[in-house]
Structure formats: structure tokens, C-alpha cells
């Protein structure tokens, strides 16, 4: 049963209303477990004038439930009804747990109890007959101060649970900038590694080559240009084992803007089914609307296809390259850079005529580079038209522009191209005319470059003793092999119909 008793203020009970507890009335629940109904509307009063309406419970049971479903701040109980039937009150849940604050009632008849209460959280008893109102207070106030210590230590767990919040957000924070940060400085790392190459390579692909094929988490990488006439995707040749050659690409149609939009696309689609996986694509444009050339990447890490800016590495290469084109493009200038073999072949007699003298000083080397394989394919015309004016510009360009020491040109007709250097710098010419040659892409200054991708077109260099006699002798052994070599059925057809056209054969 459940007593309710109404709420009337008092002012004269040593103070219970006055304010002098910290507890809030509106949040007190009290819960009587008594035997005597006058008694529990004595304490009754007592709680009311703080507020609160005690829920009075006549049995163990009734107040077992009842504070199951709703605990109370404090319970009240007389130690006569701690047992009954097959319920003690100390199986209860709460009382097990100690959540549950109780005070204890008794009797002098009934002390004896009190021995089963000593196990028990318990704010204290209070005797019968005695001055119930002190009592109520004194165990309110240990209440209090146990409720005090409760929301204390409440409002630490929150404090400790928000710390722990701000904790967890600054590590995680921290965790990201150092993925943002880790990866900033893998992109500035490629970045250095670029502008290092771009001083060592004599054009753009070899530079992109030497970074790539050195970046352990690029698994392999393609590359795509158009032809010299824009109606296809070629790949030029590599070195690196992670690069991968793109088939050539017929376009059906001639880009003159650079890759246009539907040849990017069919690229795409073949280099995704070459290289598989995570594919990455970069444009490189010139000055043209659409790209010059398109960069694949096939990448190991995921990851990084995601947090890598590739916006930021596409234009720090558009500058690598911008920089390789406005260095590719520099004017041949013939008066300084070209002497007629007339022009050579005094220097030459002059330099054996000192040398015979004892004066070896500001002594020359010749070195020849042989496009006989060139011209031949050239001039059988399977591969269309070539661009005989610019393949030369170009080629001359190439190995002027990535070298440190002047070099002069001597032209022995179309097969044949002298170089003249100081002497002391045969060894580091060389070397930088074989690499070029090796790495220079002939197969663009075709009009059909398919059937060229498997031939050798790379000139032959040769070191040539520095005299009028020996570079023409050598001139003139070229040119009979190369005679000989032309003796085809194809070229004699080929001759005669430019010579001759449709009409018969004459002889003058």
C-alpha cells in the first residue's frame, strides 16, 4: 500500500525547511518499509514539510517490487521486516549491488535485528521514541553528503569522458596530419626528384622514365603522344622494365588541338586493360587546346591514389615539360653552330700541319653519325611521307641543348653529319651522342610509324681521325654499302616512277 500524504510547509521544525540541506526536494524519493501505519504518518509529516511524499509499503514484497521499478534516495525500514516468507532483504538487487541508501528503524524489543543489518550500506537507525526529527536529520545529512559525493564523482566521469572525447579528436586530428603531412612530403619529394633529372635527361620521357622506374609504389607506367600527322596514339620506346608500350592507335581522324577528347578515351580504355589495377592519368599540354601527351600510372598503394594531390604533380610536370619544349625549340643558328667541309677540312690540314711542328695545342676529334638506316627507310616510302626538315631541326636541337660544350656541325650530304669538338671532350661527346641517338623517337617524323616500332633506325656513331683523307674515305665506303643495300626491287621501282612517272622507260 502506498501512503500519500499531503505537502504543507512548516517554519518551526528545527529547521528541516529552513534551507540548511543541499538536496533537492523535487528529485527525494523515500520509500517507508514500517509495521506501524500511526508511525509512518509521523515520518510522513517529517518528509512532507521538506517536500517529499513518502511511498509507505505494509510488506517486504510490495516494497521489493515497487523499488524494482523505481529506486528511491532513501528507504526507510523497520529491521522486524527484513524477512518474510521465502523474501529476505538482503537477496534484493540493489541491496546487493549497494545501490540502494536505507536507514534502519527499531525497538528495544527488536535490537537484536539490528546484528543483520551490519552487512548492509546503511546511512544508520533510528530507536523508537526517541527524537525522531534529529535523527531523520542526522541521516539526512550523511544523505546529502553521500549524494554530494556521487554527483562529484558523476560530473568527473563527464569530465573525464569529454577530456576523453577531446583526447581521442586531437589524436585522431594528429593522425590525420601526419597522413596529410607524410603524404606533402612524398609529393615534394617527387617534386625535387624531377627538378634533379630535368638537368640529366635530354627530354621529357626520359626524365618522367628515371623518377617512375625508381618510385617504389608505381607498379608500371605508359606513355602516349600523337604521330607527327595527329591520326594516331603512339608510345615512344623504353628502357625501364616498369614501362609498359602502348599498341599504336589509329584514330580515324586527325587531332589537330592535341589529344582531343574521344582519342583520350580510347587510350584510357586500352591502358586500364594493359596495366590493370588502380590507373592514374596524367595530361601534359603544350601550347595546344588538348594535351601533347597522356601519363599513366598503374599504383601498388590505394591509399595513395586517393591522398596524393594529382592536380599539384600534373602541373609541376606540365612545367618539367614546358621546359624541356621551350629548350627543344631554340633556333639553329648555321653560322655558329655549321662549317662547310671546306671550312673543316682546313681546320683539319691545319691542325696535322701544327701537330707535325711539335704544337698540339687546341686539338680537334671528329666523330660521324651514319643515318644511312634512316634514309633507307625513308626513301622506300612504307611508311608514308617524312618530315626530312623537321626530323633534322629536331635531332640537331636535341643533342645541342642538353650538352655543356660547344660543338660544330659539318653536313657530307643527307646519310652523313660530322661533329666537331675539342679534344678533350671526346670521351663525354660520345657518350652523349650514342644516348641520344639510342633515345630519340625517329618513328614520329613518319606518316606511318606502325610498321617502324620494330626497326632499328638508330644512326651509327663512329669516332673518325680528324683529317680530310680519312673522313672521306669513310664518307665513301658508307655510300657504297648504302649502294649496295638500295640494290631492291623496291627501290629501282621507286626510283623510276619518280624519275620516269607512268611513261616508258628512256635512257638519255
Not at 46 to 73: A, D, Q
Request: with cysteine; hydrophobic share 40%; net charge negative.
Amino acid at each position: 500500500m502506498v501512503l500519500d500524504v499531503s505537502c504543507k510547509e512548516s517554519h518551526n521544525n528545527e529547521g528541516l525547511s529552513k534551507g540548511r540541506f543541499k538536496m533537492n526536494s523535487n528529485s527525494l524519493t523515500v520509500a517507508l518499509l514500517l509495521e506501524d501505519l500511526s508511525l509512518a504518518k509521523e515520518f510522513s509529516d517529517i518528509f512532507r514539510e521538506l517536500g517529499v511524499v513518502p511511498h509507505f509499503y505494509e510488506n517486504l514484497e510490495s516494497f521489493w517490487n515497487g523499488t524494482l521499478e523505481v529506486l528511491p534516495t532513501l528507504s526507510l525500514i523497520d529491521v522486524k521486516k527484513m524477512h518474510e516468507g521465502h523474501l529476505l532483504l538482503k537477496n534484493h538487487p540493489f541491496v546487493i549491488n549497494e545501490q540502494m541508501p536505507m536507514a534502519f528503524y527499531f525497538t528495544t524489543g527488536s535490537a537484536p535485528l539490528l546484528h543483520s543489518t551490519f552487512d548492509f550500506l546503511n546511512l544508520g537507525t533510528i530507536l523508537h521514541g526517541a527524537n525522531y526529527k534529529g535523527q531523520i536529520k542526522s541521516i539526512l545529512k550523511r544523505l546529502n553528503k553521500l549524494l554530494s559525493y556521487e554527483q562529484q564523482l558523476s560530473n568527473l566521469e563527464l569530465e573525464k569522458g569529454k577530456l576523453s572525447n577531446q583526447v581521442r579528436g586531437l589524436i585522431e586530428v594528429s593522425q590525420v596530419y601526419k597522413e596529410d603531412n607524410f603524404f606533402e612530403k612524398y609529393l615534394k619529394n617527387v617534386f625535387a626528384r624531377f627538378d634533379a633529372t630535368k638537368r640529366t635527361s635530354f627530354d621529357f620521357f626520359s626524365a618522367c622514365e628515371s623518377v617512375f622506374s625508381d618510385l617504389a609504389d608505381i607498379k608500371e607506367f605508359s606513355f602516349v603522344e600523337l604521330s607527327s600527322n595527329g591520326q594516331r596514339l603512339v608510345s615512344p620506346e623504353g628502357q625501364s622494365m616498369k614501362y609498359v608500350s602502348i599498341p599504336s592507335l589509329f584514330l580515324g581522324k586527325t587531332c589537330k588541338n592535341g589529344i582531343a577528347d574521344f582519342a583520350q578515351n580510347l587510350s584510357s580504355q586500352v591502358a586500364v586493360e594493359l596495366l590493370g589495377g588502380e590507373v592514374m592519368s596524367l595530361n601534359i599540354s603544350g601550347s595546344e587546346v588538348n594535351p601533347d601527351i597522356i601519363i599513366y600510372l598503374s599504383l601498388n598503394d590505394l591509399e595513395l591514389s586517393e591522398r596524393i594531390d594529382w592536380t599539384s604533380l600534373e602541373s609541376h610536370l606540365n612545367g618539367i615539360y614546358a621546359h624541356f619544349r621551350d629548350s627543344g625549340k631554340a633556333v639553329i643558328k648555321r653560322e655558329a653552330r655549321f662549317i662547310t667541309p671546306w671550312e673543316a677540312f682546313t681546320l683539319f690540314d691545319r691542325q696535322i700541319k701544327m701537330a707535325s711542328v711539335g704544337d698540339i695545342k687546341n686539338q680537334y676529334a671528329l666523330v660521324d653519325i651514319d643515318l644511312s638506316s634512316l634514309v633507307q627507310a625513308a626513301r622506300i616510302g612504307d611508311s608514308g611521307e617524312f618530315s626530312w626538315k623537321e626530323f633534322f631541326q629536331d635531332f640537331v636541337t636535341r643533342i645541342t641543348s642538353s650538352f655543356n660544350y660547344e660543338l660544330k656541325f659539318i653536313s657530307m650530304g643527307v646519310s652523313n653529319i660530322g661533329v666537331v669538338c675539342d679534344h678533350e671532350h671526346i670521351d663525354a661527346t660520345l657518350k652523349h651522342l650514342k644516348n641520344v641517338s639510342m633515345r630519340f623517337s625517329y618513328w614520329r617524323y613518319f606518316e606511318k610509324s606502325d610498321a617502324l616500332l620494330t626497326k632499328n633506325l638508330k644512326p651509327e656513331i663512329k669516332m673518325i681521325p680528324a683529317s680530310a683523307e680519312a673522313y672521306l674515305l669513310h664518307i665513301e665506303d658508307v655510300k657504297f654499302s648504302a649502294l649496295d643495300e638500295l640494290e631492291s626491287i623496291a627501290i629501282k621501282k621507286k626510283t623510276k616512277d619518280l624519275v620516269w612517272g607512268k611513261a616508258p622507260e628512256r635512257t638519255l
